[in-house]
């Protein structure tokens, strides 16, 4: 099992830049994919992106590819996601996951394991 922290969102104005972090509470990540998702008022889970530990490559989703970087370092087990040119519709609370099934997927339900979420706010 793996527990997940995310300390921190925020509030920042639109073409402005944030980067949120999630912490696991256990080392040897190498069988799980990290991955994070966010949820705006009325609307369903989205995915954003994710990046296996093993391999350290990433994937994102279209609306937020070139402007979102995810990255990890091994030595804390944290997970970042760094987030530059906000938009207004970027605003939503932000969740880390983790699956340790071996699957590279966009799928909120073959998550096993979430953080809190944290809430990032983009005004115009």
């Known amino acids: 099992q793996v527990q997940l922290v995310e300390p921190g969102g925020g509030l920042v104005q639109a073409g402005g830049s944030l980067r949120v972090s999630c912490a696991a509470s256990?080392?040897?990540?190498?069988?799980?994919?990290l991955a994070w998702f966010r949820q705006a008022p009325g609307k369903e889970r989205e995915f954003v992106g994710l990046?296996?530990?093993?391999?350290?490559?990433?994937y994102y989703a279209d609306s937020v590819k070139g402007r979102f970087t995810i990255s990890r370092d091994n030595a804390k087990n944290t997970v970042y996601l760094q987030m530059n040119s906000l938009e207004p519709e970027d605003t939503a609370v932000y969740y880390c996951?983790?699956?340790?099934?071996?699957?590279?997927?966009?799928?909120?339900?073959?998550?096993?394991?979430w953080g809190q979420g944290t809430q990032v706010t983009v005004s115009s």
């Open positions: 996951a983790a699956n340790n099934l071996g699957r590279l997927t966009v799928v909120a339900g073959l998550y096993q394991y």
């Open positions: 256990r080392r040897a990540l190498s069988s799980y994919t």
């Open positions: 990046i296996p530990w093993s391999t350290g490559t990433t």
